[in-house]
């Protein structure tokens, strides 16, 4: 079955990021010349996925007027010639999906905000983009090479990739198989281990590929007695103890736009690959170093 669905959480705090997510959602920070959350958007729209649901909350609106038509702006773009090429991509960037939106009323994690798409996915598997994840690969997008692994075996997919001993220690490791092709049937999650309980250097990153069961495994998982709320984690672990679940080793390049580091990597690694600014954003760089 193909994957034309795709749901994008957005409705986050963004505490690691304050001040600047205070008034601005951190899913719009901006990457040199755009908000973070429009990278996704064209990622979906590079995999063939026509319909996105972003899950947002209170101040969230400035998500919802950046997907739409800006009649006055555009307007004034249009009137002066030399300013076409701006206007085509103000314009374009409405057209990218069908865009919905839904409002997670309480900030309960991103499980409980998963289930807020339940209407919108009804029975078809869809895509999960997590809202401050960024990730490029601009020939074959991240979210296509999940969906590819979802159409040819018919299992939930999850994005996974070998990450540095810290990192696997901070998120979690992987008991897997190799299938080939950069695809892992994954056997056993385990959350924050300790260093003797590393299986492997795979750790779950930001993208999933999941079937409309995740609803009711999300419901039946119980909530975590510290914090009160479910984990999606603990849900996909389910999925992996069922048999269910598959890893793809993606190809991309990825900025967490949760952390101030991921925030200042994305913009100079962007920006020394944009069109525009690139050469002179390198040669900068370049003087900059030197004083380093
Ligand atoms: P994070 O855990 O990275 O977001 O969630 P957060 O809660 O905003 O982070 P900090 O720790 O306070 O800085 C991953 C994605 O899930 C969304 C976020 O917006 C982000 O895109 N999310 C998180 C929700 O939609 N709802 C929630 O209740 C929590």
Redesign the pocket.
Do not use: F, M
């Given at each position: 079955m193909k994957v034309t669905k795709a749901i994008?959480?957005?409705?986050?705090?963004?505490?690691?990021?304050?001040p600047a997510?205070k008034a601005v959602?951190?899913?719009m920070l901006n990457i040199v010349d755009k908000p973070a959350i429009q990278y996704l958007v064209e990622e979906c729209a590079m995999a063939g996925i026509t319909d996105i649901l972003i899950?947002?909350?209170r101040g969230k609106n400035v998500i919802e007027d950046h997907f739409d038509y800006s009649f006055e702006l555009e307007e004034n773009l249009k009137k002066n010639p030399s300013k076409k090429a701006i206007y085509d991509d103000v314009h374009a960037v409405a057209d990218l999906a069908n865009i919905y939106y839904v409002r997670?009323k309480?900030?309960?994690?991103?499980a409980?905000?998963i289930l807020t798409a339940e209407a919108f996915v009804g029975n078809d598997p869809f895509a999960i983009l997590?809202?401050?994840?960024v990730i490029i690969n601009n020939e074959k997008p991240v979210i296509g090479q999940l969906i590819e692994a979802y159409e040819k075996y018919g299992k939930c997919v999850t994005g996974i990739n070998e990450c540095p001993t810290e990192q696997v220690m901070k998120y979690c490791t992987l008991d897997v198989t190799d299938l080939g092709d950069s695809i892992y049937q994954v056997h056993k999650i385990i959350e924050k281990p300790a260093r003797e309980e590393i299986l492997t250097n795979f750790a779950i990153l930001g993208r999933n590929v999941m079937t409309p069961d995740v609803f009711d495994i999300i419901r039946q998982t119980p909530p975590n007695e510290a914090s009160g709320?479910v984990y999606f984690s603990e849900a996909i672990s389910t999925i992996a103890n069922r048999g269910n679940l598959l890893g793809v080793d993606f190809t991309g390049r990825r900025y967490?736009m949760?952390?101030k580091l991921g925030i200042v990597q994305a913009n100079c690694e962007m920006a020394l690959t944009h069109p525009e600014i690139g050469e002179k954003f390198k040669n900068y760089l370049k003087e900059l170093a030197k004083t380093l």
């Open positions: 994008i959480p957005a409705a986050g705090l963004g505490t690691r990021v304050l997510s959602p951190k899913e899950i947002t909350n997670q309480e900030t309960k994690g991103l409980h905000a997590y809202g401050d994840d709320e967490d949760g952390d």
